[in-house]
């Protein structure tokens, strides 16, 4: 009988201690009730309006454009053969990537369209052109290597976040696919040139 009744209190006092414990008597933070807005992402970003390929289309070419541009002004400014070599791949690269792009567009059709990225990505070409016009004959070089350095890596974080997940059309896809490939190469020889 007294093993019973010891029984009996130890089964009471954990169901109250149960009972006690956070996870029973508040509902938990993290579950649905039914009623409340989307959680916020942990970035602390606001998730971005699902691109057209349109969009992704005119956001490639808006990429190429400012690339060729940046380039071109670098190899009127620098000396240094290693950064001109560079410029001038990043040139005949983009320029070869834009036309393959503005060929696609019209095959496909794919009307290339103006978005809020492709817009903030021309005002962040015309920085860096502003940037290296403002620089003297000694930094411009490590200003355009820097630059491309931090473009490419923002346009690839671009192509694997945004526009692959985007895309519907399958030569365009392929376009893309192409594009990343490049893209990941030239931070590569941007850096090994930064170390020199």
Known sequence: ??????????????????GCSKGASEPDPGASQGNE????????????????????????????????????LALKRATDPEVRAFATHMIQQH???????????????LRPTESPKSLELQQSSAKMLSALNAADEHSSES?????????????LRLIKDQLL????????????????????????????????
């Open 1 to 18: 009988m007294r093993l019973f009744n010891l029984s009996l209190v130890l089964v009471v006092g954990v169901a109250a201690w149960s």
């Open 37 to 72: 807005a989307p959680p916020v992402p942990a970035t602390g970003t606001t998730p971005m309006t699902k691109l057209s390929d349109g969009q992704i289309a005119e956001i490639l070419m808006t990429v190429d454009s400012g690339e060729i541009e940046q380039a071109q």
């Open 95 to 109: 320029t070869d990537a834009k036309q393959a792009g503005s060929q696609l567009a019209t095959q496909a059709p």
């Open 143 to 155: 200003t355009y290597i820097d630059g491309q350095i931090q473009q490419h890596e923002e346009a």
């Open 165 to 196: 997940p985007a895309v519907i059309d399958p030569a365009l896809r392929n376009h893309l696919t192409t594009a990343r490939g490049m893209v990941e190469q030239h931070p590569i020889k941007a850096r090994e040139i930064n170390k020199k």
